[in-house]
């Protein structure tokens, strides 16, 4: 079963960056395809981001368009979602979610199966 772990959340001041990282503990993320969600209290799941096994085509919600880029590193089985000119709005638990290569992007969390923990972006003056 593949297991992600999230990382590189943290407060931030408006305007500022952040860089998170998705890391497989097990199994290759060669196999899947990774998205980026994000939930703010209150608030239901949105998908933000969605990246091919190969890394050439990616999918952005309007929210984070122009100001997110997903990238995946498959030699160190990690996907990282850098974050820049980062509003309040942009508040949320971030996590990170894999399915199989075959079914494609999606931003629809039912369509994801396998989920990490999540990691806390706060911004904030």
């Known amino acids: 079963q593949l297991q992600l772990v999230e990382s590189g959340g943290g407060l931030v001041q408006p305007g500022g960056s952040l860089r998170l990282s998705c890391a497989a503990s097990t199994f290759t993320l060669d196999y899947y395809v990774i998205g980026w969600f994000r939930q703010a209290p209150g608030k239901e799941r949105e998908g933000i981001s969605c990246?091919?096994?190969?890394?050439?085509?990616?999918y952005y919600a309007d929210s984070v368009k122009g100001r997110f880029t997903i990238s995946r590193d498959n030699a160190n089985n990690t996907v990282h979602l850098q974050m820049n000119s980062l509003k309040p709005e942009d508040t949320a638990v971030y996590y990170c979610a894999g399915r199989s290569v075959r079914l494609g992007c999606s931003i629809y969390s039912k369509d994801y199966h396998y989920w990490g923990q999540g990691t806390q972006v706060t911004v904030s003056s």
């Open positions: 990246i091919n096994r190969s890394g050439n085509r990616f």
